[in-house]
């Protein structure tokens, strides 16, 4: 995650590469670990993909650490309250994201899913769902996608497609580490 100046004068963390991959009734998130503040790695092994509520939703985030983490507390709030449809959950948390004064500040971009759906959330309100079932974000993600796009031709395993298209992002972005976490569902 590289690091800019936002209007408050704080140093906010970005960068990252997410990918995720449905295909063959299989769903995977991938992340790489780095946090970095401008040139410098600041942490190498950051957990940015994990499993949300009763384990049936995953998700992946780039951006701000903390903005990040109060995302997933509000999509967690949101699976209960809409008794896990993830969809209806992510358009609610969409709904607030873009409403609500205090999560309108929040610097973060999410890939989630079930075994359903795979989303794009963004703080401008907006939940996509990709097209072809491969979704990218952070500052790797155009590399990520790039390259999960071409390796879908050739290979059937979302994991492997995941995994090789991190790889890709971890060689070109220098935001990007090599040390990844993946959840599938």
């Not at 795979?118 to 072809?132: A, R």
């Not at 790889?167 to 040390?179: G, K, L, P, Y």
Request: aromatic residues 4%.
């Amino acid at each position: 995650m590289n690091s800019s100046h936002s209007d408050h004068g704080l140093v906010q963390w970005h960068g990252t590469t997410i990918i995720g991959v449905k295909q063959g009734g299989k769903t995977v998130i991938a992340g790489d670990g780095q946090v970095s503040m401008g040139n410098t790695v600041m942490k190498p092994n950051a957990r940015k993909v994990r499993r949300l509520g009763d384990g049936s939703v995953i998700a992946g985030f780039a951006g701000a650490t903390a903005d990040a983490f109060t995302l997933f507390e509000r999509l967690e709030k949101k699976l209960e309250q809409h008794r896990g449809q993830l969809m209806r959950a992510a358009v609610e948390l969409a709904k607030d994201w873009r409403t609500d004064k205090y999560l309108r500040n929040l610097e973060a971009l999410m890939i989630v899913a079930d075994k359903d759906v795979l989303l794009i959330l963004t703080g401008s309100g907006d939940v996509l769902e990709p097209e072809e079932g491969i979704a990218a974000i952070g500052s790797g993600g155009n590399y990520a996608l790039s390259a999960a796009k071409a390796l879908v031709q050739y290979e059937q395993d979302p994991e492997t497609i995941a995994r090789r298209a991190m790889a890709v992002a971890a060689e070109v972005c220098v935001f990007t580490n090599d040390r990844v976490t993946v959840e599938i569902i």
